[in-house]
């Protein structure tokens, strides 16, 4: 089985082989439906992900999602900056220490967008 495994790795990319799985299951099925008469049930698998390089274009639904990400990212990092110093200052928060997370969430806003959600 495992020589089977790495030859099936070596011979066929990683998109195609549930493309090649569903070819020999149909062609098996069809030959099987010949020989008996009667159509068989098959179930039908979800079609293979699409394989992309690393540095194709993104698509709009991937770039929603990072911008999603970002804006949790940015929520997080005031909430955690302001929490920061409520836990330093025995329960007391001022308009400047909210003032300090507002900040800190625009700088992981704008590194993330930057980098991560352009």
Same mark, same amino acid.
């Given at each position: 089985p495992r020589a089977i495994n790495q030859a099936i790795a070596k011979y066929y990319a990683p998109g195609m082989r549930e493309e090649a799985a569903e070819d020999v299951s149909a062609k098996s099925a069809n030959s099987k439906e010949a020989k008996s008469g009667?159509?068989?049930?098959?179930v039908?698998? !979800?079609a293979a992900k699409e394989v992309r390089s690393k540095s194709? !274009?993104?698509?709009?639904?991937?770039?929603r999602e990072r911008?999603?990400?970002?804006a949790i990212a940015t929520c997080w990092s005031i909430i955690g900056t302001v #929490?920061?110093?409520w836990f330093l200052n025995n329960g007391l928060v001022g308009?400047?220490?909210?003032?300090i997370g507002v900040v800190a969430g625009a700088v992981v806003? #704008?590194?993330m967008k930057a980098?991560?959600?352009?």
């Open positions: 009667k159509p068989e049930k098959t039908q698998k !979800p194709a !274009p993104l698509t709009e639904d991937q770039k911008l999603m990400i970002t #929490g920061l110093f308009v400047q220490q909210i003032m806003f #704008g590194l980098t991560y959600a352009r």
